[in-house]
């Protein structure tokens, strides 16, 4: 609504906020994750397992939900 347009940023700094990059986390040179790369942003750890040759990105919370159903759906990816 029109009374929410007072609210709002200004164009500038809208524009200051699409140019805005995020910052890149890099990979240490063994290959190993950055620690902040971890975690979930409810502090669950992230990494289930990390070696060489494989890491596996899940959280306790979403192999639960998966472990209660049945069916599993997944796109091409994981053929």
Do not use: H
């Amino acid at each position: 609504p029109l009374s929410a347009a007072g609210e709002l940023p200004k164009n500038e700094a809208l524009m200051l906020m699409i140019r805005r990059q995020r910052t890149v986390e890099t990979v240490y040179a063994d290959g190993r994750l950055p620690e902040k790369l971890k975690k979930t942003y409810r502090d669950e750890d992230f990494i289930l397992c990390e070696d060489k040759n494989l890491i596996i990105i899940t959280t306790q919370t979403n192999l639960s939900i998966l472990k209660q159903n049945k069916y599993w759906f997944a796109d091409g990816t994981f053929k």
